[in-house]
């Protein structure tokens, strides 16, 4: 089995700026998309932005400008810059990835999920 593991989140004032990262636990075959999604406190998980193996990326409009997603193949390791921090911002950040272990299908992945709180 492998997992995805985050890190970097914490407490930010706004306007500042964290970095997240999420690797995979053990090595792997093969990995697609790999992206990260937030959840806010009475809220539903959202994209918030996706990259592919050849290095496209999709964002969500709220964080275009200001959050980078980026990834180390050889690592297979995806990060999160993000920039200009706002409150609105504060969620529970996942790792997704479409991976797998050994030669065969893929399987879609969640990482624990960090927590970003965005406050002065």
């Known amino acids: 089995q492998v997992q995805l593991v985050e890190s970097g989140g914490g407490l930010v004032q706004p306007g500042g700026s964290l970095r997240l990262s999420c690797a995979a636990s053990r090595r792997i075959f093969s990995i697609n998309d790999m992206g990260w999604y937030r959840q806010g406190p009475g809220k539903q998980r959202e994209l918030v932005a996706v990259?592919?193996?050849?290095?496209?990326?999709n964002y969500a409009d709220s964080v275009k400008g200001r959050f980078t997603i980026s990834r180390d193949n050889a690592k297979n390791t995806v990060y999160l810059q993000m920039n200009s921090l706002k409150p609105e911002d504060t969620a529970g950040y996942y790792c997704?990835?479409?991976?797998?272990?050994?030669?065969?299908?893929?399987?879609?992945?969640w990482g624990q999920g960090t927590q970003v709180t965005v406050s002065s």
């Open positions: 997704n990835a479409e991976l797998a272990v050994v030669p065969g299908p893929q399987d879609n992945f």
């Open positions: 990259i592919s193996s050849g290095g496209r990326t």
